[in-house]
């Protein structure tokens, strides 16, 4: 069975600070990894995908991602964040043959002024 | 050019009523899921299709029926409606690999 643990439920942070999202997965098979972001009243909106390859994942506005094998790891990470990401933020993983997505409780990013 | 859409956006009813909601896509996805969304933000897996055959049913109500006309296609029935029925529902699409597109959410309320 999988699962997806995220670590924070709430992350507050300053304008202009950097930000890491922690993510942690369980998975008996190889597994397609995630990262959605949803505005308040909005749907889910994709910000990055891990299929294979490279371990480093960009996505859009900025996020990217590091796929941890050993750590069973995929923590979403923005250098500087804006008013405008704060959002509730999950991360998913996909690997059994029917391809549905295990997601974990999200993280509430709160960026203040 | 929507690639998945659902109706309606929004559904307030009262217990004890059916209603549907429908999507559809247009990707040429051949696979279709219902997620549901409850109070909490906790988003979870209800149905799956691949080509009009159901492959996931997980441990939902039967008042809650999918039917599938067609791959573009999967509806949502629910039958007599209760209060924690409540909730956004999501549809997606996807290919075998899992990268899907979601619809917007049908946000039902239910009195």
Redesign the interface.
Known sequence: AQSVTQLDSQVPVFEEAPVELRCNYSSSVSV?L?W?V?YPN???Q?LL?Y?SGSTLVKGINGFEAEFNKSQTSFHLRKPSVHISDTA?Y?CAV??G???????G??TKLSVKP | DTAVSQTPKYLVTQMGNDKSIKCEQNLGHD?M?W?KQDS??????MF?Y?NKEL??NETVPNRFSPKSPDKAHLNLHINSLELGDSAVY?C?S????????????TRLLVL
């Open positions: 397609y995630f959605y949803q909005q749907g889910l994709l995908k299929l509730e999950f996909s690997g043959s029917q391809g549905n997505l295990i997601f409780k999200g | 696979t899921y997620y909490k933000k906790f988003l979870k897996i799956s691949n492959i996931i999501f997606a996807s290919q075998v690999s899992g990268t899907g597109s979601f619809g917007p959410g």
